[in-house]
Every structure is written in C-alpha cells, then in structure tokens.
C-alpha cells in the first residue's frame, strides 16, 4: 500500500493511466471512417514506453524510497523506446534497392530490432545486477512477510475450526 509520501508511485500510476488512455485513443481512432489519422501512431509511440516505464517503476518502487539508482536506466530505456519508435514512424520512406543497411538491415528495422529490441535488454539486466542489494528484500522484508504468511495462516486455520 502506498504511503502519504509515496510520490513515485502516485506519480507512476499517474503516467500509466495517461499512457494507456493514449494507447487506447491510438488504436480506437482506426474504427473512424477513413482509417486511423496521421497522429494515431504518435500516440501509439509514446504510449507503449510510458506504460513500460511506469510499470518497471511500479515494480521496482520501495516504499517512499522511490526507485534510488534505477532512475537513470530506466529512464534511458524510455528514451530509448519513445526516440526509437518515433524515429522510425518520423523517417521518410526511401527504401529501395539501393537503400544503405545499418548492421545487415534497412534503416527502419535496424532501429526496431536493435534500438527498440536489443538495446533495453543489455542495459536493464545490468542494471538489476548492480542494484540487487538495494533493491531486493531484506532480511528484515522476509521476516515480516513470514509474520505477515503466519497470521493470515493462523486466521484462516481458525475459520476454518469456526465452521
């Protein structure tokens, strides 16, 4: 349960709402007559990372500690997915059969699979890696969680003997 001072949850929730509320508008603009408008993607390309964002803050927040050292990673995964996505749907379409390759691919899908793709997954796991004491439970976590497990075990063991 968020606290009174819980600002990084709040303001996570926030942003999940405001991007899954661009996602859906993004994808019920294409039942109008003509087809989806030119800004339906655009909604689409910042949707999408904003609710990833604000749900890997939503995961990784501790109490009123916020996130610590995970801001800037998840940031640039952010940053990462909102440039990437808007950079492919922004660049002009001149594929052809003379079209330079970025690393074996035509630019466009260079930037999906290896910006949008690949990237994120190299710089979270690291991230996580060099986080993992701070961010993980404590000895003082697990004990409460185990009181918390006992408790309800021992209530519903006495519910059941009330029946």
Request: charged share 15%; aromatic share 8%.
């Amino acid at each position: 349960m968020s606290g009174p001072r819980d600002v990084t949850r709040v303001a996570a929730r926030f942003v999940l709402v405001g991007a899954i509320l661009a996602i859906a508008a993004g994808y019920a603009s294409a039942f109008k007559s003509g087809g989806a408008p030119s800004w339906a993607p655009w909604l689409l390309a910042l949707g999408i990372p904003g609710a990833l964002g604000a749900i890997m803050v939503l995961g990784a927040t501790r109490g009123s500690k916020g996130i610590g050292r995970l801001k800037l990673p998840f940031l640039f995964v952010f940053v990462v997915l909102a440039s990437g996505f808007c950079l492919a749907l922004g660049l002009p379409i001149i594929e052809s059969a003379g079209t330079p390759l970025l690393l074996g691919l035509p630019i466009r899908a260079a930037i999906v699979i290896y910006g949008i793709g690949l990237l994120p997954i190299v710089v979270l796991p690291v991230a996580y890696a060099l986080t993992f004491d701070t961010q993980t439970l404590s000895e003082e976590d697990i004990a409460r969680v185990r009181e918390v497990g006992e408790r309800a075990r021992a209530a519903a063991s006495q519910s059941e003997e009330g029946k």
